[in-house]
């Protein structure tokens, strides 16, 4: 990030005098010390009409149901685990805001809240639902238990946020615009608690959000245990930016996290950052270095210094028995081999190692997801690329990856001055970088993932992510603060129609959403253009 960021040095200089950098000013958080006096708040919406993500479709009609003391959760026709499941955690997690019981019984049931699955459902494709409300209960219908949690989550955004609420009659019908929808965060720079991170899966699950990206190692430290290699963690975890002591996570917590996950219908693609963002490895084990010297831990924010000895036999059985392990504990698709600003590789080394590293992916059964550098190298058949270039990316770097996408690598769509969500929303913000600019919330929503590199067309995005970097991020209040409320643009970018793109609508729908994200106390910027209710 950081050869862009050296493109921006004149900007960063001009931020630095300003006394932005040094976070010298402080920033507005939640609670409204930016509401101007005289203000009124914002009309209340409509429930249909607050939902976010924007559903496909949604049509209010007649008299609703009125979700009160007697009402029961069916999950039917016949019983099924998953289904029952997604109808215990929708009523756990109605339960806390409406104060009801919310029985869960399968079988078909009479009045209440239906969960049905229906293979054939049309026009909710895998991921999708249907919602339809009136006197006699609310029917979810999808055809998988996925939809289903999609289903439910709508349904939370229809009831009040406190206390026991009717929901009017109508219909909603919704599938995703993209199949991917990720949020990554960076536990190497910082370390994070599992539990914080579970947080953040509660957080974005409710939005549809369905991937979580886990940034596990970097020069600062090694966050995960691996049986073959202890020292990774033990000795590499024990650093962090700012020198801290740093921490990682065993290997029961990570499947505690992959399971939690799991239930969510959110997927975690780990990624173990090679063959530079090493140091931690390197610090750890002599062995991994070309002259067998151990390094130095490492706890500054400077990119491109490490790299794997690519010429020693040792750092392939390293790879391997790492990334086996890895794809032991990893229920989906996709390992991420990170391949970023390995500026201390030489470039033919670069391409010789990425093809014996995303071999090893392969032998496991799994399927390469790198940034996008590895576009100048070789992708593997059905790697992705995932895109983090911005407006002044060079136009022969974006080229590279507009040509991969073209042979065929589905494409993940970070751009820096997007989605970063560690980029400063305004020179006030007081944690972030500002490198790849600032992003204000507008900026975050307003751009389109289907056209967003020319030449790429939508069938090849698969779809988006929203990156937490955490060299200046150390707390859960500044992670959420930076997270929201632009995260929320990508769960909306993400799975809404292009046709509902509309900054005036998706503001007034993100204002609404201020006191469902207070009730959640959790610490979003109040963005001083979004009227919050
Ligand atoms: C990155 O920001 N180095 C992927």
């Not at 392990?325 to 190692?353: C, I, K, V």
């Not at 507008?442 to 790429?456: E, F, I, Q, T």
């Amino acid at each position: 990030m950081r050869v862009l960021r050296r493109t921006l040095g004149t900007f960063g200089t001009f931020l630095g005098v300003l006394g932005v950098l040094s976070g010298s000013v402080s920033c507005t958080a939640a609670h409204g010390d930016d509401a101007r006096p005289g203000d009124d708040p914002p009309a209340a919406l409509a429930p249909f009409e607050r939902l976010l993500p924007a559903p496909a479709s949604a049509r209010a009609d007649g008299p609703g149901y009125a979700v009160g003391p007697g009402t029961v959760i069916h999950t039917g026709p016949g019983p099924d685990e998953d289904v029952r499941q997604v109808g215990e955690l929708l009523a756990e997690q109605l339960r806390g805001p409406s104060g009801l019981p919310l029985p869960v019984v399968d079988g078909p049931g009479g009045d209440g809240i239906r969960l049905r699955i229906d293979e054939e459902a049309e026009g909710v494709g895998d991921e999708g639902y249907r919602l339809e409300s009136g006197p006699g209960g609310i029917t979810l219908t999808a055809r998988t238990p996925a939809g289903l949690f999609h289903a439910g989550q709508t349904l939370r955004q229809l009831l009040p946020v406190a206390g026991p609420g009717t929901v009017p009659g109508g219909t909603v019908t919704d599938r995703p615009r993209f199949a991917y929808r990720g949020a990554m965060v960076d536990i190497a720079r910082h370390f994070f608690t599992v539990e914080q991170v579970k947080r953040y899966v509660d957080q974005l699950a409710q939005y549809k959000v369905n991937t979580l990206h886990v940034h596990l190692t970097d020069d600062q430290g090694w966050r995960l245990a691996v049986d073959s290699w202890p020292r990774l963690a033990e000795y590499g975890g024990g650093s962090e930016v700012g020198g801290g002591p740093g921490g990682y996570w065993t290997k029961d917590e990570y499947r505690e996290l992959v399971a939690y996950a799991g239930r969510r219908y959110v997927d975690v693609v780990p990624e173990i950052d090679m063959p530079g963002h090493v140091n931690a490895a390197l610090a750890s084990y002599a062995e991994l270095n070309c002259d067998g010297k151990v390094r130095e831990r490492y706890t500054g924010i400077k990119v491109g210094f490490s790299s794997l000895c690519v010429g020693k036999e040792r750092t392939y059985e390293f790879i391997d028995q790492v990334l086996g392990e890895l794809a032991e504990l990893t229920p989906g698709r996709y390992l991420h081999l990170g391949g970023d600003e390995a500026h201390s590789t030489p470039a033919a080394d670069y391409a010789a190692f990425m093809d014996r590293a995303q071999a090893v992916v392969g032998r496991y059964g799994k399927t390469v997801v790198a940034w996008h550098q590895l576009a100048t190298a070789q992708p593997a058949a059905g790697a992705v690329l995932q895109y983090w270039g911005h407006d002044r990316t060079p136009a022969a770097e974006k080229a590279a990856v507009v040509a991969a996408a073209k042979a065929g690598h589905p494409l993940i769509l970070s751009p820096a001055d997007r989605l970063y969500l560690d980029m400063k929303y305004g020179l006030a913000t007081k944690p972030g970088q500002v490198w790849a600019g600032l992003v204000p919330v507008k900026r975050a929503y307003s751009w389109n993932p289907g056209a967003y590199l020319a030449g790429v067309p939508e069938s090849a995005v698969l779809g988006v992510e929203a990156a937490l970097w955490t060299e200046t991020i150390a707390t859960r209040g500044d992670w959420e603060l930076m997270a929201f409320p632009r995260v929320l643009g990508l769960a909306e970018l993400g799975w809404s129609p292009a046709a509902s793109h509309d900054w005036a609508s998706y503001s007034r729908r993100l204002g609404a959403q201020g006191p469902r994200l207070q009730a959640q106390d959790i610490s979003y910027y109040r963005a001083p253009d979004v009227p919050w209710q």
